[in-house]
T-cell receptor, first 116, second 113 residues
Framework: AQTVTQSQPEMSVQEAETVTLSCTYD???????LFWYKQPPSRQMILVIR??????QNATENRFSVNFQKAAKSFSLKISDSQLGDAAMYFC?????????????FGKGTRLSVIA | KAGVTQTPRYLIKTRGQQVTLSCSPI?????VSWYQQTPGQGLQFLFE???????NKGNFPGRFSGRQFSNSRSEMNVSTLELGDSALYLC????????????FGPGTRLTVT
């Protein structure tokens, strides 16, 4: 079974600075998807960024980018120019590409605080 | 396009009762998944429905059940509630071009007393 590990339960960053959240995963599959979700205090889980395992190029969405190291099974999220609205729980998630009915496997999350 | 909606947002029930939660997916999405979120266990997969059929099921007791209607709306039911069922229940839908991406609703906070 696949597992996702987020080793940083909590992190903090100064406003306008850059922070990197770590995620590692364990799988024997070669094709899969990886995601970062953000869950602010309002609880709505928001998709931040996704990465297809077959793509070598790291995904980027505005201030959010990933460092995907397939061999190392590492998928970190970098947030640039941090804003107060970035404060939230961040979850790393894995989904097999084999079929459309495989569930997301989540890490335990990292709580990010942004200091003004 | 409207997002995933869940009703009710908050619910308080007593041990032994049963509860039904509802989820309306994004228009055009045919897959609905349910997750339970607790501080101790994190996010755990309950089940997934596609075209009114359960395609996948997580490791939860039979007290947890669900169904999906022809309009893709889904319900989950928990019978004989236990204190440990207190959690945030999240529904996610997927479909269309981004079928591998799941979009979540705001969740239903269930408290069992």
């Amino acid at each position: 079974a696949q597992t996702v590990t987020q080793s940083q339960p909590e992190m903090s960053v100064q406003e306008a600075e850059t922070v990197t959240l770590s995620c590692t995963y364990d799988t024997s599959e070669s094709d899969y998807y990886l995601f970062w979700y953000k869950q602010p205090p309002s609880r709505q889980m928001i998709l931040v960024i996704r990465q297809e395992a077959y793509k070598q190029q790291n995904a980027t969405e505005n201030r959010f980018s990933v460092n995907f190291q397939k061999a190392a099974k590492s998928f970190s999220l970098k947030i640039s120019d941090s804003q107060l609205g970035d404060a939230a729980m961040y979850f790393c998630a894995y989904r097999s590409q084999n079929s459309g009915n495989t569930p997301l496997v989540f890490g335990k999350g990292t709580r990010l605080s942004v200091i003004a | 396009k409207a997002g995933v909606t869940q009703t009710p947002r908050y619910l308080i029930k007593t041990r032994g009762q049963q509860v039904t939660l509802s989820c309306s997916p994004i228009s055009g999405h045919r897959s609905v998944s349910w997750y339970q979120q607790t501080p101790g266990q994190g996010l755990q997969f309950l089940f997934e429905y596609f075209s009114e059929t359960q395609r996948n099921k997580g490791n939860f007791p039979g007290r947890f059940s669900g169904r999906q209607f022809s309009n893709s709306r889904s319900e989950m039911n928990v019978s004989t509630l236990e204190l440990g069922d207190s959690a945030l229940y999240l529904c996610a839908s997927s479909g269309g071009q981004g079928w591998n991406e799941q979009y979540f609703g705001p969740g239903t906070r269930l408290t069992v007393t």
